[in-house]
């Protein structure tokens, strides 16, 4: 299996007046490629994929995913073949454009795009029978990652060590991550899920997974929807990281760790807390946001930690 290369706590930053203290867990430093989620997800799909004897993986995703460069490089490391269907037919010749699809075809992955409208069928079972026709036998790794075994593997997220913390925060993208959190956390814990989309749809996603109810949604911190981004974040982004020396990435960890510094500004959590964040990676997508502001003539995220 892929080697976990560091996990740690990190102290980030304290409330002196309220005595609130915030830590930062460091899975961004599991592996240089297979980071933080990503890796706890694929973990024990790819056992499984071992186990059924199965030599090719296949998943989805869009332009910029994390999920899709996660299982490039994986697949490479283990010595699976991977083909990625990937959202939006018009990135066929756009490949050595995008960052993340330009690492992933460098890693083996074979790409394959589709419209938005054949990306919708992700779940259909009669889709799923055509590629099995186009690709041959696979084993499937949802968009995003998120199943039951991903679920197992972020179970892991969390040690005994991290009992001491009253709340433990984290981005959310498809729930897998949250889930695996909420099982493993102690009951007297909180766990503060902040979507990086728009809508209240991901509670029910939650629920099929997660088997206790110490957890809750804060909704507000999205920035207009998925992959959207504004001046006042990079700004954020930028002094969070001169200040602590962590990269954030735009998508999920930064507008996370935006959110709890406001909650905190706004008396949220009760003084003398003790509260974790979880850093789940992601920063490859830097590059490909940094081209989307350079684009835009806006400032760009700074990487020079």
């Known amino acids: 299996m892929i080697e976990i290369i560091e996990v740690k706590n990190q102290f980030a930053f304290k409330d002196e007046k309220r005595n609130i203290e915030v830590f930062i867990k460091r899975e961004d430093l599991i592996h ?17 994929a071992k186990n059924e004897n199965q030599t090719t993986l296949l998943t989805f995703g869009g332009a910029f ?22 959202r939006g037919d018009e990135l066929n010749d756009k ?23 054949e990306y919708s069928n992700k779940k259909n079972l009669e889709f799923l029978e055509a590629l099995k026709l186009r690709f041959g036998s696979f084993y499937l790794i949802p968009e995003g990652g998120t199943n039951t075994l991903a679920v197992r593997g972020c179970e892991e997220i969390l040690t005994i060590e991290d009992a001491v913390f009253d709340y433990v925060c984290c981005a959310v993208g498809t729930g897998g991550t949250i889930s695996g959190i909420i099982n493993s956390a102690s009951l007297n814990q909180k766990v503060l899920g902040f979507p990086a989309l728009k809508g209240d749809f991901l509670q029910n996603e939650i629920r099929n ?7 809750q949604l804060i909704t507000d911190y ?5 992959g959207k981004i504004n001046e006042e974040l990079v700004l954020f982004l930028n002094q969070f990281s001169e200040k602590t ?15 709890v510094m406001d909650l905190m500004q706004n008396d949220y959590f009760p003084s003398n807390s003790k509260i974790l964040i979880i850093h789940t990676g992601g920063l490859q ?15 760009k ?4 930690v």
């Open 285 to 299: 997508g830097i590059a490909g946001m940094n081209q989307l502001l350079e684009k835009k003539k806006l400032s």
């Open 32 to 48: 240089p490629f297979v980071s933080g989620n990503k890796f706890r997800k694929l973990k024990y799909n790819l056992l499984q």
């Open 65 to 86: 995913s994390n999920h899709i460069s996660a299982v490039a490089m994986a697949g490479k490391l283990e010595g699976f073949k991977t083909i990625g269907i990937i």
């Open 209 to 215: 997974f997660a088997q206790h109810d110490n957890w």
């Open 95 to 117: 490949i050595n454009e995008n960052p993340t699809l330009k690492f992933a075809k460098e890693n083996g992955m074979q790409l394959e795009f589709v419209s938005r409208e």
């Open 301 to 304: 995220i700074n990487t020079d």
């Open 222 to 226: 999205h920035f207009g929807g998925y």
């Open 245 to 259: 020396k962590i990269l954030l990435d735009p998508i999920y960890t930064g507008k996370m760790v935006f959110g």
